[in-house]
């Protein structure tokens, strides 16, 4: 049990992707303008990473491992990142049509997120098992989601403010996230 | 600490002479802490107090001068900034910290987004940080009182960190007049509850996140040493926890509007503060559990807001 | 502005009019991630170079071939191929470096300046334009990187490529090699050339109403 609590706090606060590792830039930036948005697209990688951490580890351990393929598992994960993307958006159209029209515009963007195949990359690296990858891929998520959508509150109560207008857009936006990076570095050594 | 959106029950005042008025009772407030400083640390304290409050009146000045806004210097806000970042400092810092740690607290965290109001992180507290994270060694020190040992010595341990050994090392007395090992502002908990308590009672401060704040990190460590009192007291009387709680938490652009939103604050200003001084790679975690909390308050406030009177819930 | 339908035109346009770092907002993760000290920059700048000009090339060659339907598998296919290569080869040749940009050499697979030039450039260009185009993108990130680099060895480390620079009394303010170090001193640079570009359209605005 312990295990997990060590990668939840780790993944979330500790060793978050995007706040103390530098992935996922692109849409941290691109989709915080509003909450709601940011919100979607959380969950829409949250769903993709869960996923994409449980095939991939598949992958390597009952494909790459045994042809001694290893090398290649960078063009293996994002070949089963991208095929998995579109059987998800392919799903998600036919299963339940509400939930596409809320994440659909999100999960092409998806394949580009860093975060999903650093995740992959990582777990690997960890030496984690199937089940400690998956959690652990559904935590960088959570985390991924956490700072997106506190990203998205500030620039959203920042639209009331009168920031000077060459702050306005991504100048202000990384300002904000690099203040947001000080308030996580309390974390350091939690776990 | 900035007191621009000056959030009070109807009828709603906001001018300029009341921002002014609530910095100016802060300032007073803050006094004893500062008084209490120099008595304990001597001229040096004095010198980083008078390095600080410059700094940052000078640095709002020039930039509203540059950047041709109108000057807000005469509302104090800068002073307040300033003794902040001083009382966040310990006596043996080089003058070029709180002179560094100025210019990112006004022009960095407050007046790039806006100016006054417009922070969303608590400007001194977010240059404490900085500076902390960046020359550790000459922040992170903790002297010790001109009364036990002078401060020329820097102390093994502060108190939080004997008390983590063994309770009973620190006595309950010097705690309370601030004869610990500390940053300047922080270790006299007698000024700090005089300036808290007065600004509860001028209204000037909601006493809800204070009280949830500190009741929450003592029931936590109430909790964890199987109800061991005089522990979980003396870490509410060590570090930081209550100039944090009192004038930090409490910055008016920085915590939640409602109710609700300021006791979720306290709290999870509390819970953060716990886990940090008892798990975490710093001794203190008081300044960075707020900061999270400040970056968390945009979306407390989004989910805790009251619904306005003939407000319609939209396409549900 | 000048024509990108020629090789000079399509490099000039990804070096400086559309560079990926300023004016795109491209690459975002390797351009904060590991622009710790400058020969990192340099390094990582001309890794995504090798694999910008290679896979524009490829997809160009290709783009008639190549089913609209399949073209993103296929065009990560392409590009992640060139990666690997590139890593194989820098953990050959240049260990240290690869070791010091970490997974980020891996990650350029979704380095999303790569993605955006195959879809928007390369798949509708000739050949000599697409290697022109891959070739001033690249460049263009490695010098804006470089840059950014150089600025945070400079505060940070107090050195730029290693050979120390600042006075013996200065002490590197450490938080500008971490992450919020990378995040603000990006957006500090971003209103540099905001306010550069302001001030161009002005005096051109200017220069044009002097003469109408």
Known sequence: MSTFFVILIGQILVNNYVMCQFFGICPFLGVSKKVDTALGMGLAVTFVITIASFFTWLVQNFLLVPLHLEYLHTIAFILVIAVLVQVVENALKKLSYSLYQALGVY???????????????????????????????CCSALGFTLALLLLAGIRERMELSNMPKWMQGFPGALIMAGLMAISFMGFGGLI | MQRHLTITPSPHVRDRASTKNIMQEVCLALAPAGIASIILFGASALKLICFSVLTCVLTEYLYQLIAGHKSTVGDWSAVVTGLMLAYNLPATAPWWIPVVGGVIAILLVKQLFGGIGSNFMNPALTARAVLFISWGGLVASYPNTLYCGGVDTISSATPLALMAADPSQVSFVDLLLGNVPGILGETCKIALLLGGIYLIIRGIIDWRIPATFIGSVFVLFLLTSGFNFELALKEVFAGGLMLGAFFMATDYAT???????????????????????????????TSFAILFMNVLTPLIDRYTMPKFFGEVKKNA | MPKKDTFLGAFLNGLIFENPTFTLMLGMCPTLGITTAAMNGVGMGLATTVVLVFSNLFISLLRNIIPDKVRIPSYIVIIASFV???????????????????????????????????ESFAAKNPPVQAIGDGLGMGLGFTWAITLLSCIRELIGSGSIFGLRLMPEAYQPMAIMNQVPGGFITLGILLILVNVIKAAIARHSRARKEELA
Do not use: K, W
């Open chain 1, 107 to 137: 999960l092409p963007l998806i394949t580009t997120n860093c975060v999903v195949l650093a995740v992959a990359i990582n777990n690997i690296t960890d030496g984690y098992n199937l089940l400690e990858s998956t959690f652990s891929g």
């Open chain 2, 255 to 285: 915590c939640p509007l409602s109710r609700l939103g300021r006791v979720i604050m306290g709290i999870g200003c509390g819970v953060f503060t716990f886990m940090i001084r008892a798990y975490a790679n710093y001794p203190e975690g």
């Open chain 3, 84 to 118: 690997t290569m590139i890593d194989l080869l820098m953990s050959a040749f240049v260990p240290s470096l690869r070791a010091a940009l970490g997974t980020y050499i891996q990650l350029i697979v979704v380095n999303c300046i790569i993605f955006a030039r195959a």
